[in-house]
């Protein structure tokens, strides 16, 4: 008798883990410094028109994959035809690569996180000496001077890389009834967090500024290729397409599941969680030009500078004391942990479930490998030098890794595949 596939709880805890997969740091940092530089305002009518055009139609891709063939993406791929079955091994290769730098972000952020809550019990914040960018740099990172200088071995970093694996390991070990009981706090904490960031964000002085700065519409963006390209790279890296995580999700759901509405669902609450992000940002960084009499446009307001420098900033003149900045700190880098273990486990997930359809090694053997290989891989961005190669690492694997696979999915699936063929596909799951 063939194994019987395990199965979510019910449809919300899939619904959760799609949408915990697809809102990551990305949302935090990527979205509102995008939508900054691509015209403000004016940003959000490519950004919809990606999200309609590409980012939900290959959602409803690959829930239907997984959802119909019952399987990884590599399982799904090769159901197509055995000459594709590399199309889903690329995709989920790709997001591990990712999950071993992913990961460093998030022990970056364990070691803020704990230098935040000693603060909680007296002392100040451990940047405000220093400042936020050059205690990043020098203490957190202890940057070298170029990639091949690889400098000290940065053991807080190695500690907190260590306690995301442990996460991972013990969220995904034991099936996805395990993950889905794991969302259904780690989901809605965040939201909540980012909540009570927003509504502190908009009560300080200079939040107006900040914002203008993120809504105003520069219209002469639009004619700019650059402003589209952003919009479709923001579409697909959000939503965790091409990654393989998804095809994995959907396929612990019978074949009767509504694809269309599970894959709008996930899209807006995505979408949604991002815009709200841009508020908590860039009301304080708004904040943050009035209290250090710095333009608004003068402060840098994207990737890693912004959760590591340009917040920690901002939180530290703050009004209401060391204890209440120590609080804020506390929330906001526990909101990037559990943002980012959501969607770094999520990776490991669909790298499992591929590698258990393949040779059929029991689950928890297969996630200790993964884990503790992984552990191992990323020690190489836990030296001086670290940075230089997660900068390296992730132009290769975002822009030619990822936004290949997004296009040999749509070819595929588009032109390859007899219209008539995927609409039965797609008629046997709704």
């Known amino acids: 008798m063939a194994e019987q596939r395990e199965r979510w709880a019910s449809r919300p805890a899939f619904i959760m883990a799609a949408v915990g997969s697809a809102i990551g740091l990305g949302n935090v940092w990527r979205f509102p410094g995008t939508a900054f530089n691509n015209?403000?305002?004016?940003?959000?009518?490519?950004?919809?028109?990606?999200?309609?055009?590409?980012?939900?139609?290959?959602?409803?891709v690959e829930y239907g994959l997984g959802s119909r063939f019952q399987g990884s993406a590599p399982r799904a791929y090769r159901k197509l035809g055995a000459k594709y079955e590399w199309i889903g091994w690329w995709a989920v290769l790709v997001g591990l690569v990712i999950s071993f730098y992913y990961c460093v972000i998030l022990a970056w952020s364990w070691v803020y996180l704990w230098g935040s809550i000693k603060a909680m019990f007296g002392g100040a914040l451990p940047w405000v000496e220093k400042t936020a960018d050059p205690y990043f740099k020098e203490d957190i990172l202890r940057v070298t001077s170029e990639p091949w200088e690889f400098g000290e071995f940065v053991w807080p970093t190695v500690i907190g890389l260590a306690l995301t694996w442990i996460a991972i390991y013990f969220s995904i070990a034991k099936g996805v009834l395990r993950v889905g009981k794991i969302v259904m706090i780690t989901v809605p904490l965040p939201l909540l967090i980012l909540a009570a960031l927003?509504?502190?964000?908009?009560?300080?002085?200079?939040?107006?500024?900040?914002?203008?700065?993120?809504?105003?519409?520069?219209?002469?963006?639009?004619?700019?290729p650059k402003t589209w390209l952003a919009a479709y790279g923001q579409v697909f890296f959000s939503l965790s397409v091409g990654w393989g995580i998804l095809i994995a999700y959907a396929s612990y759901m019978s074949r009767k599941t509504d694809v269309t509405n599970n894959a709008l669902i996930t899209s807006f609450a995505n979408c949604g969680f991002s815009f709200m992000a841009g508020f908590a940002v860039f009301s304080t960084v708004g904040y943050l030009?009035?209290?250090?009499?710095?333009?608004?446009?003068?402060?840098?307001?994207?990737?890693?500078?912004?959760?590591?420098?340009?917040?920690p900033t901002a939180i530290e003149n703050m009004p209401g004391g060391a204890t209440m900045q120590a609080v804020i700190a506390v929330g906001f880098f526990l909101m990037l942990l559990t943002l980012g273990v959501d969607s770094a486990f999520s990776i490991v997930e669909a790298v499992s479930t591929s590698m258990y359809d393949k040779f059929r090694m029991k689950r928890e053997t297969l996630v200790k490998m993964l884990c503790f290989g992984g552990f191992i891989m990323g020690l190489i961005f836990c030296f001086g030098s670290g940075l230089y190669w997660l900068d390296i690492t992730d132009h290769f694997m975002n822009d030619y890794g990822l936004g290949l696979i997004a296009l040999v999915q749509a070819v595929l699936i588009g032109w390859l595949i007899p219209r008539d063929e995927f609409k039965r596909i797609m008629d046997n799951i709704n």
Not at 39 to 60: H, V
Not at 198 to 224: F, M, Q, S
Not at 296 to 303: C, P, Y
């Open 39 to 60: 015209g403000g305002g004016a940003f959000f009518i490519p950004y919809f028109i990606a999200l309609m055009t590409a980012g939900i139609p290959l959602l409803i």
């Open 198 to 224: 927003v509504v502190r964000g908009i009560t300080l002085d200079g939040a107006a500024d900040g914002l203008a700065y993120y809504l105003a519409p520069d219209w002469a963006k639009l004619a700019e």
């Open 289 to 311: 030009g009035v209290a250090t009499s710095t333009p608004v446009g003068d402060i840098k307001a994207t990737s890693f500078s912004l959760a590591f420098a340009t917040y």
